[in-house]
T-cell receptor, first 110, second 115 residues
Framework: DAKTTQPPSMDCAEGRAANLPCNHS???????VYWYRQIHSQGPQYIIH???NNETNEMASLIITEDRKSSTLILPHATLRDTAVYYC???????????FGTGTRLLVSP | DGGITQSPKYLFRKEGQNVTLSCEQN?????MYWYRQDPGQGLRLIYY???????QKGDIAEGYSVSREKKESFPLTVTSAQKNPTAFYLC??????????????FGDGTRLSIL
């Protein structure tokens, strides 16, 4: 799996957009970008994934650069409940374990 | 609602004792997984199963055993051979759709501690 790099921590004001970056410069053509988050003492929660087109669901938007070497997860209106560790993962379509790095700890403040 | 249920939420093990962690899913997913998470660290794969009656070792299978007798159930036994079992254990499942493995979905975990 391609390696990902994320900032260790970010802050965001409640109600503002949270933009979480991820670098994956060694991604290969058939690898997807996945985002999960983990709130303290809970299991990881799937957020969104994409291959090369931008994706949006009820939780977030995923913007992938044209060269696919980086991506940004956007939480459009962050709430206090979005405080969590966010993980960016790159993996292919076959069976593969999920490899969680250290992620980005997002703190949403009032 | 469909989901993954892990039980118990907290579990204590005495020295030399085997304990079994339960994982049940009603999502009709074929694949199920067990991960271990230590404080401040990422997930490590213990065992996984892609189909009933079949399972494979992950990266840290020593001291653990599993069974997959039913599609919806994938229990994990932590044996006395596992010398450092204190951790947060996570079960996940996923479905394969048109040749593509879909995202894994997780339960809320079992926190195992040694007495």
């Amino acid at each position: 799996d391609a390696k990902t790099t994320q900032p260790p921590s970010m802050d965001c004001a409640e109600g503002r957009a949270a933009n979480l970056p991820c670098n994956h410069s060694t991604i290969s053509g058939n690898e997807y970008v996945y985002w999960y988050r983990q709130i303290h003492s809970q299991g990881p929660q799937y957020i969104i994934h994409g291959l090369k087109n931008n994706e949006t669901n009820e939780m977030a938007s995923l913007i992938i650069t044209e060269d696919r070497k980086s991506s940004t997860l956007i939480l459009p209106h962050a709430t206090l409940r979005d405080t969590a560790v966010y993980y960016c993962i790159v993996r292919g379509t076959g069976f593969q374990k999920l490899v969680f790095g250290t992620g980005t700890r997002l703190l949403v403040s009032p | 609602d469909g989901g993954i249920t892990q039980s118990p939420k907290y579990l204590f093990r005495k020295e030399g004792q085997n304990v079994t962690l339960s994982c049940e899913q009603n999502l009709n997913h074929d694949a199920m997984y067990w991960y271990r998470q230590d404080p401040g660290q990422g997930l490590r794969l213990i065992y996984y199963s892609q189909i009933v009656n079949d399972f494979q070792k992950g990266d840290i299978a020593e001291g653990y055993s599993v069974s997959r007798e039913k599609k919806e159930s994938f229990p994990l036994t932590v044996t006395s051979a596992q010398k450092n079992p204190t951790a947060f254990y996570l079960c996940a499942s996923s479905v394969r759709d048109r040749g593509v493995n879909q995202p894994q979905h997780f339960g809320d975990g079992t926190r195992l501690s040694i007495l």
